[in-house]
């Protein structure tokens, strides 16, 4: 009896173990492959995410009363904290006219860039914000290949 315990490799021929440079080139570029595709997919399914948020976010639709509620609640909740700043809202930059060009040079008329709903939330804060002494800015939040991708719209207070 051997002191040594079996594998099931004692079982298998050197061929069987033992893959030429050819083979193993195929096989790693199978699996190179098949990452490739789970990639793309995800690509696509994150693709026909983006256009879904962006069908909905160019809407008409008003804001609920509801939704407003409860953004001043997460407002008190972030002065509560100390915060003197929130993200209102983070959106592509294709519900800008100019894809957020005046947003990134400041331009005094940038507000009217706007579609959709973010659109309607710069009115909220131009008739009920605003007069209560609440700032809004705007700003590309971040550059996937170098051009304008999201805006975040910021509501501030003193």
Same mark, same amino acid.
Request: proline share 5%; net charge negative.
């Given at each position: 009896?051997?002191?040594?315990?079996?594998?099931?490799?004692?079982?298998?021929?050197?061929?069987?173990?033992?893959?030429?440079?050819?083979?193993?080139?195929?096989?790693?570029?199978?699996?190179?492959?098949?990452?490739?595709?789970?990639?793309?997919?995800?690509?696509?399914?994150?693709?026909?995410?983006?256009?879904?948020?962006?069908?909905?976010?160019?809407?008409?639709?008003?804001?609920?009363?509801?939704?407003?509620?409860?953004?001043?609640? @997460?407002?008190?909740?972030? %002065? =509560?904290? #100390?915060?003197? !700043?929130? $993200?209102? /809202? &983070?959106?592509?930059?294709?519900?800008?006219?100019?894809?957020? @060009?005046?947003?990134?040079? %400041? =331009?005094? #008329?940038?507000? !009217?860039? $706007?579609? /959709? &709903?973010?659109?309607?939330?710069?009115?909220?804060?131009?008739?009920?914000?605003?007069?209560?002494?609440?700032?809004?800015?705007?700003?590309?939040?971040?550059?996937?290949?170098?051009?304008?991708?999201?805006?975040?719209?910021?509501?501030?207070?003193?």
């Amino acid at each position: 009896m051997s002191d040594h315990p079996k594998s099931n490799l004692d079982n298998l021929s050197d061929d069987d173990i033992f893959m030429s440079v050819k083979e193993l080139k195929t096989y790693v570029s199978e699996i190179e492959m098949a990452k490739a595709k789970k990639s793309l997919e995800a690509q696509d399914r994150a693709d026909q995410a983006k256009q879904e948020l962006l069908r909905q976010l160019r809407s008409d639709e008003p804001i609920s009363e509801e939704r407003i509620r409860a953004f001043t609640l @997460r407002v008190r909740a972030a %002065a =509560e904290a #100390g915060q003197t !700043e929130l $993200l209102l /809202g &983070r959106f592509p930059s294709e519900l800008c006219t100019d894809h957020g @060009r005046a947003i990134n040079m %400041a =331009e005094e #008329g940038w507000p !009217e860039t $706007l579609i /959709g &709903r973010p659109q309607q939330a710069y009115r909220i804060w131009k008739e009920k914000l605003q007069p209560l002494g609440y700032q809004l800015k705007a700003q590309i939040i971040d550059w996937p290949n170098g051009v304008p991708g999201d805006v975040g719209l910021f509501l501030s207070w003193n």
